[in-house]
């Protein structure tokens, strides 16, 4: 599934977009549940859903620059994404993708969670890399895995550029 993030369109000038899975709601009504990603039950989410997530995370156009945007694994794994200017766009280096499908069927036993793998990270302001960071760091190296995990995974383009959020590519 492909969700475009476009200057024009999009209103919210810093957000976040996650994939839920597993999704069952009520036909002509707003409540259901997903397994991934769930937000409180609702189909229209007012929070960020519930671990496990793989997290898109962007800020367009701060304080009149450039866009920064990333994705995250600190709040866990649940689908592989990838986040990448269009049009052409004259970024210094394109944008982070993290296809790898494995990742929840060979997450370490310690971080399995339902339809997912869990981040020892999540949730701690102050962790740093340790083993279970390494292993997302191993199978999506351009993503963010820990709190201060800044290094080649936040990615600038000019403002007003566009973007393809992609899930499962």
């Known amino acids: 599934m ?5 200057q024009h369109f999009l209103q919210i000038k810093n957000g976040r977009v996650w994939g839920r899975t597993g ?15 769930d937000c409180g039950g609702t189909l229209v989410c007012k929070q960020v859903g519930a671990q496990p997530i793989t997290l898109a995370v962007y800020s367009l ?10 994705i995250s694994l600190v709040h866990s794994f649940n689908a592989p994404m990838a986040f990448l200017p269009t049009g052409g766009a004259k970024c210094a280096r394109g944008g982070p993708s993290c296809p790898v499908q494995e990742i929840t069927f060979k997450c370490p036993s310690e971080q399995r969670q339902v339809a997912g793998c869990g981040n020892p990270c999540d949730g701690k302001s102050n962790c740093g890399p340790n083993n279970g960071t390494e292993y997302f760091k191993k199978s999506c190296p351009e993503t963010i895995t820990y709190p201060k995990d800044t290094s ?4 600038t383009c000019p403002a007003g550029t566009n973007y393809e959020i992609t899930f499962c590519p």
Do not use: H, P, S
């Not at 999704?23 to 990603?37: D, H, K, M, S, Y």
């Not at 080649?152 to 990615?155: A, H, L």
């Open 2 to 6: 492909r969700f475009n993030v476009t």
């Open 23 to 37: 999704c069952g709601f009520i036909i002509n009504e707003t409540l259901g549940q997903c397994q991934t990603g």
């Open 61 to 70: 156009g701060k304080n009149g620059g450039a866009d920064y945007f990333d």
């Open 152 to 155: 080649n995974t936040i990615y």
